[in-house]
């Protein structure tokens, strides 16, 4: 489970003085449950997700993450989440097999649990036939692969997706579609992050529509749909926005 209370941080520019990126956002994910947080560009979603990633400290709020504080057990956490960005970088001269086997290794598991894990997940992903070529050889829709391959090697109970389709074709963005919808329904705690409206009316059971650092508008997409009287997903989120 992803329990956030209040969460928040702050920065600080020469030019601009405090930057408050991410403003008091509050939220709760259960296992066997996608949260989607949707919003444009620079709205605090990717800074929201590192927080809960233990990527960057919290300014202020708390949170808690398969039952483990964000600050004071960052280290547990790190062990029961599997982290996916799009700014996530390959080793260029490793292949995608040993880039998996290396973070296998990275999370304490023995070869034959590494080797018995990357076979399902590499059939499952259609990556067999590139397993053996070095990343950077690969395809944008190949690396990003490897990347979800690396984040679901040890099979975390909490999954963090930020823009995992980003720039991918429609066939890769679709298999990293359906893979998250599996997460799901393999009981894991699934959040995910986008500026897609039609990937939030697909995977997401609770969305948060999310501006300027701030949690604006919470609910399923019919609760949401409902409240605003849209029936089109974009229409409420101009709608949250702009009020």
Do not use: W
């Amino acid at each position: 489970m992803i329990e956030a209370h209040r969460l928040g941080k702050r920065f600080f520019d020469k030019k601009r003085g405090e930057i408050r990126a991410v403003d008091g956002v509050s939220f709760r994910c259960e296992p066997g449950r996608i949260y989607g947080l949707l919003g444009a560009n620079g709205a605090g979603k990717t800074t929201t997700l590192r927080m809960l990633a233990t990527i960057m400290e919290p300014t202020e709020g708390s949170a808690t993450v398969a039952g483990y504080d964000l600050t004071t057990q960052a280290e547990e956490v790190r062990r029961n989440i599997g982290f996916l960005s799009t700014a996530t970088a390959l080793y260029a001269r490793l292949t995608a097999e040993e880039v998996v086997r290396y973070f296998g290794r990275l999370h304490g598991m023995d070869d034959a649990t590494i080797r018995e894990r990357m076979d399902a997940i590499f059939s499952r992903l259609e990556m067999n036939d590139f397993r053996d070529r070095r990343c950077d050889k690969l395809s944008t829709g190949m690396k990003q692969k490897v990347s979800i391959a690396r984040t679901l090697v040890h099979d975390p109970s909490v999954m963090i997706f930020d823009e995992p389709t980003l720039g991918l074709d429609v066939m890769a963005a679709r298999t990293i579609v359906g893979f998250i919808r599996e997460c799901r329904d393999a009981g894991k705690t699934v959040v995910f992050s986008t500026h897609v409206m039609s990937e939030v009316e697909k995977l997401c059971d609770t969305i948060g529509i999310i501006d300027k650092g701030r949690l604006l508008a919470e609910g399923t997409l019919e609760e949401l749909r409902s409240r605003y009287r849209q029936t089109d997903l974009e229409e409420v989120f101009v709608q949250v926005v702009e009020a």
